[in-house]
């Protein structure tokens, strides 16, 4: 049985839909785009590599604001730029790493220097914030490359490594308050501007520095959740909502908007917390000698067999004598993982010398960096495969993929590039060749010489 690639479309947080048309022969595979905000359920959990103290959910206070715990990133101000996601991402990581470090990230690199064909005007998403960061190309910090001056230089290395970012799509408000609790302030999207802040529309009460938009509008503007208040009075809005209480946000205004760039947005906004990511693990910029990838603009769109189950792999050439040390990659939803290794790998044969090296579970959709339970060692010049099973309840194509898929992926590129899918793990298919995509699969070593 074939199947036809369907529609492939992404919603971008600000607002603005990619799409492609159906097209194409008919492939064993198809095709479809990941929404920034996924309708599929998922619930919060534990993650072996990000333990999540799912008890003290129920001990979490009525209010908390992440300032008072120290994490009180730079209110920043976006000018007259569509820079708002890539200003609250750098917040969201600046937050993560405080109070131990007080570290200022730059919004002009991220909104610049992501691989995408894209202007600073023009938006942008969680996609690719996450990709530009999964990747290492940063965060670079503000003083190398200062915001507003339509110029971010060539040259430049992250400071810091973000190795998993979940995505809140389908949380509940108590698992997002988890989150914010035990990770730092997250980032999400509003459906919001100039002209639904001003006094003459009822949204926006500029004495109490309350939000409340609860037509179900696409989300336009990115801001960040610093903490919560259950009993904000519900009377503080200008359109009141049924109950009380509120989020804690911060905004990408300045210190003139709000109370020094902080305001309150109703539980029952349509979109606040509706989707959004939280940076859940930010290491120091050493931990790993080499990164190999094949994905520079990321999760582009979803791939498998019809089925929960699907192996993906790519096939990479040790630049030394190194250590594999731990495996990168995107989950759709709630996944289960089995992740396999092959040292010396010629042709789709070697697949079956693989060896399994870990195993595990993820409850929520996002990026996550696993660390194998022994490092694989590897000789200077070996290709090596790295290979992962995926299965994912109710998805039918539940491997994240890179792809041209409109103007602003077409970077991507499929030369040089080696990575495979597989239903049962027997037969592989070159993705590059056959569907041009490529698998989004990372790898991460450190030189034999220093890691011994």
């Not at 999964?134 to 490359?145: A, F, I, M």
């Not at 990511?277 to 582009?300: K, L, M, S």
Request: with cysteine; glycine share 8%; proline share 4%.
């Amino acid at each position: 049985m074939a199947f036809t690639p369907a529609l492939i479309m992404a919603l971008g947080a600000m607002g603005r839909v990619f799409a492609q048309e159906p097209g194409g022969e008919e492939t064993p595979l198809s095709l479809i785009a990941t929404p920034v905000f996924a309708e599929e359920e998922t619930e919060m959990g534990e993650q072996k590599d990000s333990v999540f103290p799912l008890w003290n959910s129920k001990c979490l206070p009525l209010s908390y604001d992440a300032r008072d715990s120290g994490k009180n990133p730079v209110v920043k101000s976006q000018g007259t730029l569509g820079t708002c996601w890539a200003l609250t991402a750098t917040s969201a990581l600046e937050a993560a790493l405080m109070p131990e470090e007080h570290l200022v990230f730059s919004a002009d690199h991220l909104s610049m220097k992501n691989g995408f064909y894209i202007t600073q005007n023009e938006g942008g998403d969680y996609q690719m914030a996450m990709a530009y960061l999964s990747g290492w190309y940063g965060p670079v910090l503000e003083s190398e490359d200062p915001y507003g001056d339509e110029y971010s230089p060539n040259g430049l290395t992250a400071s810091v490594h973000v190795q998993e970012m979940q995505l809140l799509n389908g949380m509940s408000r108590e698992a997002i308050e988890e989150m914010i609790y035990f990770f730092g302030p997250v980032q999400t999207s509003l459906y919001m501007d100039r002209k639904t802040t001003s006094a003459a529309l009822d949204y926006y009460n500029e004495e109490t520095c309350a939000y409340y938009y609860p037509e179900g509008k696409k989300p336009t503007h990115d801001i960040l959740i610093l903490g919560w208040d259950d009993e904000y009075p519900k009377e503080n809005f200008k359109q009141q909502p049924k109950e009380d209480g509120a989020f804690i946000c911060q905004n990408t205004w300045g210190e003139k908007f709000g109370k020094d760039g902080i305001f309150y947005v109703s539980y029952e906004d349509a979109n606040i917390a509706r989707g959004g990511v939280a940076y859940t693990r930010v290491e120091a910029a050493d931990n790993y000698d080499h990164i190999y990838q094949t994905d520079v603009c990321g999760w582009q769109g979803r791939q498998g067999y019809e089925e929960e189950s699907c192996f993906f792999a790519n096939v990479y050439t040790a630049q030394e004598a190194e250590a594999l040390r731990a495996v990168g990659f995107y989950t759709t939803g709630a996944s289960s993982y089995e992740i396999y290794t092959v040292n010396q790998f010629e042709d789709t044969s070697s697949f079956e010398r693989r060896v399994l090296r870990k195993t595990g579970r993820i409850e929520n959709s996002g990026y996550y960096t696993v660390k194998l339970g022994q490092a694989v060692a590897l000789e200077a010049g070996e290709r090596f495969g790295v290979i992962v099973k995926i299965t994912t309840p109710g998805a039918t194509k539940p491997v994240a993929v890179e792809m041209n898929k409109d103007v602003y992926s077409q970077g991507v590129t499929l030369e040089g590039k080696e990575g495979y899918l597989s239903l049962t793990g027997k037969i592989w298919e070159y993705t590059e060749e056959k569907f041009s995509t490529n698998v989004c699969l990372k790898a991460y070593t450190s030189n034999r010489e220093v890691f011994e």
